[in-house]
């Protein structure tokens, strides 16, 4: 049997005759930036993730750099945010001159610990920038005492975690910002890049609005210099016929994750794996089905690929570690916990597609697994 990691081929197959039709009305209308698909999507998501407003880019990565131009961050500021992430987060601090500003993870959620936060601030911390990663939340009421506290601001990395919740709050409404990634393989995803921001300031929304457009308040008016990260008609006509299903996807994914968990509980495997911890107040939507193998990970990966199984590890480097980030001077063993969770978590095949024999021929491959 093959199970992939991913197949968006299935879930093509089942809306292809409704996105095909909707992606028809835009290339009718010929209007292919900021038209009504945008307006639609914006709209819908703003209300999904209980906020006022929502403003479409063209990435998650864009949105990340759009929430701190918002918030002046430039030469000589500090963000603080995890080394256990994707690399446009760290990125998106460092383009604009600012330092990142490393703290290591609760290895049972993989987010960043609050814990450790207070010891990272400094005269010229500008933000926090937890990571909801993997479909689940970061512990955000001890994020939310010290940004009141210190009255620095939060934007939330929600690029994996659309729908997901935190004490019943959606992800993206709790900080000043949000920022939302609508990459193909997302729980939401686009025929290609996109991207969304969150909030519940109007004036922040403004900004973002003229951010997104060059900086400009009209076509030919700019108080000060944006970029050009609009998201395209074609990008919003897609994700505007997936949306309605979202929330049924993604309880689907959970669905799954139980059954690995309980499959994995049962297996009496010859070696230790970790099922994914799942905070009793939150909802994980689980974009990624995350487990621990604290030996034989690679090897693991190895035998699962010859079963026709698909496997991935996010995410092998650190921030902390990559070659682009060496002049912030940390050293092997600075942040302990992500560096052991680069080593020994591995990602197993989650889809609302996936079926139940294809999850019982993953946990029978991993059992067939001879360290």
Known sequence: MKVPLL???????????????????????????????????????????????????????????????????????????????????????????????????????????????????????????????????????????????????????AAQAIGAEDKGRRAGSMGLMGTFSFYPTKNLGGAGDGGMLTTNDEACADRLRRLRAHGGATEYEHAEVGVNSRLDELQAAVLVVKFPHLDRWSDLRAQKAALYTRLLNEANLDFEVTPPYIREDGRHIFHQYVIRVPEYRDQLAVHLKEQGVGSKVYYPIPLHQQECFSYLGYDEGSFPETERAARETLALPIYPELTDDQQYYVVEALRNFAP
Not at 103 to 121: C, E, F, H, K, M
Request: net charge negative.
């Open 7 to 157: 197949n968006l081929q299935a879930q093509y197959v089942s809306l292809r005759d409704e996105m095909r039709e909707s992606i028809d009305q835009v290339f009718a209308s010929q209007h292919f930036v900021l038209g009504a698909q945008g307006r639609a999507l914006e709209s819908v998501v703003a209300e999904y993730s209980q906020t006022k407003f929502a403003v479409g880019c063209a990435s998650g990565s864009d949105a990340l750099l759009l929430a701190l131009m918002a918030l002046d961050i430039g030469r000589d500021d500090e963000v603080i945010t995890t080394p256990f992430t994707f690399f446009a987060t760290g990125a998106a601090i460092a383009r604009l001159g600012a330092k990142p500003v490393f703290v290591d993870i609760d290895p049972q959620t993989y987010n960043i610990d609050p814990l450790r936060i207070a010891s990272a601030i400094t005269s010229r911390t500008k933000a926090i920038l937890p990571v909801h990663l993997y479909g689940q939340c970061a512990d955000m009421d001890q994020l939310l005492e010290i940004s009141t506290q210190t009255n620095i601001p939060i934007v939330e990395d």
